[in-house]
């Protein structure tokens, strides 16, 4: 079987045009269910009442649910209701709402392994509850928990690949788009492995990178 090397190069343009929209979606849902994420555990861990209970629902929803079932929710269910929003909004959303329920929980185990120790220390000086948090608890926590959440990042990463269903033109999209029109299959499929690759390969090495620099800074090693 020959390779179709002119095919390739004629899409390039595409699939370039793509990379760009799937990270922008990437970026706005991984930032913001970090903080959706950081402001969970924060509840749950000081138990504001009758918060924990709606985050600890949010997050059994969030968790329990698939990305493309809430994207056609946000994109198809709510214009029922008199609520409509862009194709790219929903995707945010959507990724949003997915990842802020594991961020959370990344973030709660990340909490739950700082030492009692460390807290009393930070009481015995006086900390108010955000300077403890701020000072003792956040940096240790995010530390323990820098493997969850950059697994979690890559994960949110690799849901892109749904976000097609409504009409958005990531890579996974304009790769059935060319399969369908130019019947292609081989070439495109081969496209989207090495984009997958350029998009997940350099965000899981900056990952591990990073998460040495915080090992070597907590333990000296």
Known sequence: MSIDWDFIINSLPLYEKAIWITLKLAFGGI????????????ILYFKIKGLDIIVKAYIELSRNTPLLVQIFFLYFGLPKLGLSMSANACAIIGLSFLGGGYMSEAFRSG??????????SGLSIALSKVQLARYVIIP??????LPSLGANCI?????TSVLGAI??????????????MYYKTF??????VVVYLILLLPLSIL??????????????N
Do not use: H, P
């Open 31 to 42: 930032l913001i269910s970090l903080i959706i994420g950081l402001l969970c555990s924060a």
């Open 111 to 120: 909490i739950e392994a700082v030492r009692k120790s460390q807290i009393e």
């Open 140 to 145: 240790q926590a995010f530390s323990v928990s």
């Open 155 to 159: 994960f949110l990463l690799k849901e």
């Open 167 to 180: 009409s958005i033109l990531d890579v996974m999209n304009v790769t059935k788009d060319l399969i369908g």
């Open 187 to 192: 070439e495109s499929l081969a496209m989207l």
């Open 207 to 220: 990952l591990s990178w990073l998460e040495r620099k915080v090992r070597y800074a907590e333990f000296g």
